[in-house]
């Protein structure tokens, strides 16, 4: 019988409709995120269509639908950093990386996420990656940042 | 397994008072529910009878006596002596204010606009083409529950500012259209295609003013598994989800009931039409067999099969070289002077199952009395695989569509719902939403499956067996008893037969559903068995299923050559459909009646079509018949209704209307001008009542009670197939498939049915394509006794392994593919055993079979 990871994640389970979330649950935590494969064996293992899971995975913030990336960005839209221009920094990112919040690149190199907060308000517009804070961020800054993070890595 | 529900019919009443009138009503009812039995109108958008409450719209609020605030009255029950206010001052307050928040997320102009009525006045203008002025983003202005009740609760204005969510309209999948930017995410359907259907296509997705409704990760419906059935668009109340084909075409004028002519379920439907002609069809609340509920056929193919523009209209003759139009006169003058004076072997009529019970009478009686032969044959024959006495036996048992829905005990065979017999499957998942238990017999994965306690897996072909044991288990008494190894040979382990067996026992009513599918894989004779024997049982009601609409009139109306009508023996000689292609026979005349079962013009001096559509190859005379919205008559169902078929189109002919007439108006005009027989009858009515008197058990009126086929003498069964030649190690199953509708496949004219990928190629399981070492859409070449084809194979985690399935469809004509798959339909049956191999080089394309011939095979 060979390997079958599928079969490691359920063990345990019931195969009850109920048990959706814990499922999905694991299944993030061992592939970081949702792919359509796992949702289709998940469908298939709980006789729930794969819509029906989709449906309630999409309700939960918890729940990501694409790899997760090597550096996560995290862009602050707290109250403070909103007033500050926060948006834009988004906006920017967004353009830049080619992707909306919640996903990754396609690369794999980047993954961007909007925050509530992150905690240091003073130094507001702020944004982290991995897990260095970046202060008082421009567009200008952005811009500069990633190309230096490009150009050490490429080195 | 969930409790029973009480049915409403075992509930007593309650006494409660709506607007100050006391009133009586079922218990364990809404609210809501009983207040529109009582004639009270309450406002709701998301409430529908058949769907489970959801409180989505917040527009049924009422008030009601000792219970805080302002209740829901579809998700309220009714209490005895309960007191209930629909209509006070702040509810209709309530209600406007609610209503503007609902339509403060959807385009509204057509709703609140002050130019609204002068807009409706003159948004048809007159120029040199017709325009259409005013805003068009909703096709569904003027048929649109949210406008209706935005008018009736007088909301004139919204006070909210207006978010439009921008989304873009989706027009890639066929049939209907969504714009999910006018949804009021009343979740109508998402519950219709979860909860009724089955199918869970659509859900919520997302949340909060983001969420939406539609299949995972962004697919489109065909992608995700769409039936499309078309009742996510019935119950849609804006135009969100609007039908393709009569998108714009505005209010029908009127709308009349009609039976489904496209399969023998014989579904109800809503003809509605505008200006005369017919427009788009919905799904009647027929409670005896569909109650709302059709598949993609009936939902979306009818107006599209009968306006195409390849539909042939008017008379043709071959003159010379040319193959041109010519009046009716003419044209009938022809065909006779090609019919006088044949002997009775020299002619063959081919009649389609599809035809109406007075055309099929008329048909048979033009080819007795008038050319006093037999020779007359169906495809019929095909449809009821194991012949007329297997089938007269099966008809003869308890056959109901609408107790499917009240088992406790259900037996699926071979029967995949998903765009056949819809309706069938909708009616088990009600059974099963009742809490009954579903055991399904099947060699490959079917839409049922999914709900299935019991999924018995058995080799392809021995289904019937299967069954057979089951039937023994749950009735016993059967004369041969199946042996030990007849078990072990199905290839279901011994305990899983227990574990159904014990499933299915405790259930009262049974119900036993058998697909065509089951019945092409030369199992016929034992599913007919076991179906004999479980139909003896008292509570059972059995559902064989088969192709063709009419394939039951085909049977008792005497269109197969060796059978009178009332199934009484003919005598005298005659050639038959299988004469024919098999070169037993050469008729000098061969008359095809809506039916082209050949791939290329078979041999004959003179060759007469006469259908709807031309039939794909070469013909000397063509008359053009009257489609189902065209001519009226019945349509004998699986259960022996006999439903009537509406005319709704009589325009005068013409050019465009065309010169159509009903197939037995042109018998009957034939038999005229050939001077041998006595007055015509001048409606279907008349020719109705003649099947009523000589025909025993047939009504003489449209009847739709159901009707268990009477015999005096039983017909003998035919042989068992012999198997056919074994030479490999793949099980090639020729499943019945397509979409047949007279002489055509449907996919012809309705280009929607060509994107449901019905047709592509041979399907393995993925495990057997990488052993082979062909890649998905790769070349494949199957043998068989000498015969090679060769295909695009395609993967289908729903094969078993060892298998190969491809469709067999029962109209030949036009689908190029289909032509290359002949050789494989020169052997009977439908389960072949075929060596497999690859060519090597992956055809990334793979899109059109290629044959090369062996063994006398097509060029």
């Not at chain 2, 959801?54 to 009422?62: I, Y």
């Not at chain 2, 765009?419 to 079917?446: H, K, M, N, Q, W």
């Not at chain 2, 005009?669 to 015509?680: D, T, V």
């Not at chain 2, 992956?842 to 060029?859: D, F, H, K």
Request: glycine residues 10%; aromatic residues 8%.
């Amino acid at each position: 019988m060979p390997f079958d990871p599928f079969a490691e994640i359920v063990r345990g389970f019931e195969g009850e409709p109920a048990e959706l979330i814990p499922i999905l649950q694991r299944v993030q935590a061992i592939y970081g995120y949702l792919s359509p494969e796992s949702v289709g064996r998940i469908s298939r293992w709980l006789r729930i269509s794969e819509n029906e899971i989709f449906g309630v995975a999409t309700f939960f913030a918890q729940f990501r639908f694409s790899q997760p990336g090597e550096h996560v960005i995290k862009v602050c839209l707290g109250t403070a950093c909103h007033v500050k221009g926060g948006e834009q920094i988004l906006d920017v990112l967004k353009r830049r990386l080619d992707i909306q919040p919640g996903e990754s690149t396609a690369d794999g190199r980047y993954q961007l996420e909007r925050v509530a907060c992150l905690g240091c308000c003073a130094l507001a517009p702020v944004l982290a990656i991995d897990e260095k804070v970046y202060a008082d961020t421009s567009v200008l800054r952005v811009h500069q940042m990633l190309e230096e993070r490009e150009n050490r890595e490429d080195a | 397994m969930t409790p029973r529900r009480t049915r409403a019919k075992d509930a007593g009443t309650v006494a409660i008072e709506i607007d100050h009138s006391a009133v009586r009503c079922a218990e364990g009812v809404s609210v809501l529910r009983a207040a529109e039995l009582n004639g009270v109108f309450v406002p709701s958008l998301c409430s529908h009878k058949d769907l489970s409450p959801f409180g989505g719209c917040r527009l049924c609020v009422v008030e009601i006596d000792g219970m805080r605030g302002y209740p829901l009255a579809c998700s309220t029950l009714v209490q005895e002596g309960m007191k209930i206010l629909t209509d006070t001052a702040t509810l209709r307050e309530m209600r406007q204010e609610i209503l503007q928040l609902i339509l403060s997320e959807h385009p509204s102009s057509c709703l609140v606009c002050d130019e609204k009525e002068a807009c409706r006045e003159n948004v048809h203008t007159v120029r040199k083409a017709g325009v259409s002025t005013g805003c068009r983003y909703c096709p569904n202005d003027g048929q649109c529950e949210l406008q209706t009740l935005a008018e009736r609760l007088g909301v004139n204005d919204i006070h909210y500012p207006v978010y439009y969510r921008g989304y873009e309209p989706e027009h890639d999948d066929p049939f209907f259209d969504r714009d999910y930017n006018i949804c009021i995410l009343c979740g109508r359907c998402v519950r219709m295609c979860q909860e009724v259907r089955g199918t869970s296509v659509l859900a919520f997705k997302y949340r909060g003013s983001k969420t939406q409704v539609g299949p995972a990760f962004g697919r489109n419906h065909v992608e995700a598994g769409c039936e499309f059935c078309g009742a996510c668009v019935g119950v849609c109340p804006t135009g969100t989800l609007a039908e393709k084909a009569s998108k714009w075409d505005g209010k029908p004028d009127r709308s009349e009931v009609s039976t489904c002519p496209f399969c023998a379920l014989g579904c109800q439907i809503d003809l509605h039409h505008k200006a005369g002609r017919l427009s788009k069809v919905h799904a009647h609340l027929d409670p005896e067999i569909n109650d709302g509920q059709l598949c993609v056929r009936g939902a979306f193919c009818l107006p599209e099969v009968t306006h195409n523009h390849g539909r042939a209209r008017k008379p043709m003759l071959k003159r010379g070289r040319y193959f041109r139009e010519v009046s009716w006169p003419e044209a009938l003058g022809e065909v006779t002077a090609r019919l006088q004076g044949l002997k009775p072997e020299e002619i063959l009529m081919v009649v389609s199952p599809d035809l109406t019970n007075e055309s099929l009478y008329a048909a048979q009686k033009f080819i007795r009395s008038c050319l006093k032969s037999n020779s007359i044959d169906s495809t019929a024959r095909w449809a009821l695989p194991g012949g007329p006495g297997v089938w007269a036996d099966l008809f003869s048992l308890p056959i109901s569509i609408k107790s499917i829905a009240h088992a406790d005990s259900i037996i699926a065979v071979g029967l995949d719902s998903r765009f056949s017999f819809s309706v069938a499957g909708v009616e088990v998942r009600r059974a099963l939403r009742e809490g009954a238990t579903l055991v399904t017999i099947d060699a490959r994965y079917s839409n049922l499956a999914r709900y299935a306690k019991h999924w018995l897996q058995p080799h392809p072909g021995m289904e019937g067996t299967v069954l057979r044991v089951l039937a023994e288990r749950l009735v016993g008494g059967a004369r041969e008893h199946i042996t030990r190894p007849a078990i072990d040979e199905t290839g279901i382990d011994k305990w899983a037969v227990e574990r159904a067996t014990e499933a299915l026992a405790p259930g009262e009513n049974l119900a036993v559903v058998v697909g065509p599918t089951a019945f092409a894989l030369d199992a016929e004779l034992d599913l007919a068995k076991a179906l004999l024997q479980l139909g003896g049982r008292e509570g059972t009601t059995v559902l064989p299923l088969f192709q063709g609409a009419n394939t039951r009139g085909a049977l008792e109306l005497g269109v197969l050559g060796e059978l009178l009508p009332g199934l009484q023996r003919a005598k005298g000689r005659r050639v038959c459909l299988a004469d024919l292609l098999e070169g037993r026979a050469k008729p000098k005349v061969l008359y095809l009646v809506g039916e082209s079962p050949f791939f290329e013009r078979p041999e004959c001096d003179f060759l007469i079509a006469q259908d709807i559509y031309l039939p794909p190859f070469e013909v000397d005379a063509f008359l053009p018949a009257a489609s189902f919205a065209e001519a009226e008559g019945t349509l004998t169902n699986v259960e022996g209704r006999v439903q009537q078929l509406v005319r709704i189109e009589d325009l005068a002919d013409g050019a465009v209307t065309g010169y159509a007439r009903p197939d037995w108006f042109i018998f009957g005009a034939l038999a005229e001008k050939l001077g041998r027989a006595g007055p015509q009858p001048k409606n279907a009515g008349q020719i109705l009542r003649e099947i009523g008197t000589k025909v025993a058990g047939f009504p003489a009126s449209p009847d739709r009670r159901p009707r268990r086929l009477q015999l005096n003498t039983r017909i003998p069964w035919e042989k068992a197939r012999t198997g056919s030649p074994a030479s490999g190690q793949y099980h090639l199953i020729l499943e019945p498939g397509g979409f047949r509708h007279r002489g055509i496949d449907m996919s012809l004219a309705v280009e929607g049915l060509s994107e449901l990928a019905l047709e592509e190629g041979f399907r393995f399981h993925p495990d057997d394509l990488d052993e082979l070492g062909i890649g998905n859409g790769g070349r494949v070449i199957l043998g068989v006794d000498g015969v090679e084809v060769s295909g695009a194979a395609k993967a289908d985690l729903d094969c078993p392994r060892g298998t190969v399935w491809v469709y067999r469809p029962f109209a030949y004509g036009g689908i190029p593919q289909r032509a290359n798959l002949a050789p494989l339909y020169r052997f009977g049956g439908s389960l072949l055993s075929v060596t497999v191999s690859g060519p090597g080089a992956p055809n990334a394309e793979g899109a059109e079979a290629q044959v090369s011939a062996g063994g006398g095979g097509e060029p």
